[in-house]
């Protein structure tokens, strides 16, 4: 027991020290990402059970896409609950169809 003891505090101490101070780290900045497309797509219905599911095993879905402004590259998205909110997001984003 004393020597898995033993072994344990010096593996801990061991990555401890092998953390670098915060000042060695780069920072890459902060991206600011606009809505530019909103597009609805089928998935699957998740949330349906039984018969539902037979009946409508697909669903639509509406995701709003982004991309970084500084014209890195950088994009994500994510989905809008209804057609009309994400279309919203897009256009007060100042993006377009």
């Known amino acids: 027991m004393l020597i898995l003891v033993v072994v344990a505090s010096y593996l801990s ?3 401890l ?3 670098l101070p915060a000042n060695h780290y780069e920072d890459r900045g902060v991206y600011t990402f606009l809505p530019y497309q909103m597009l609805s797509v089928q998935v699957q219905n998740t949330r349906a059970s039984g018969r539902d599911r037979r009946m409508n095993p ?3 879905a ?3 896409y982004y991309r970084d402004t500084s ?3 950088y994009q994500w998205s994510e989905q809008a ?3 009309e909110l994400g279309q919203d997001t897009v256009d ?6």
């Open 13 to 15: 101490i061991k990555y």
């Open 17 to 19: 020290v092998a953390i």
């Open 58 to 60: 697909t669903k639509t």
């Open 62 to 64: 509406y995701i709003v």
């Open 71 to 73: 014209g890195s590259g």
């Open 81 to 83: 609950l209804t057609r």
């Open 92 to 97: 007060e984003g100042g993006g377009s169809r």
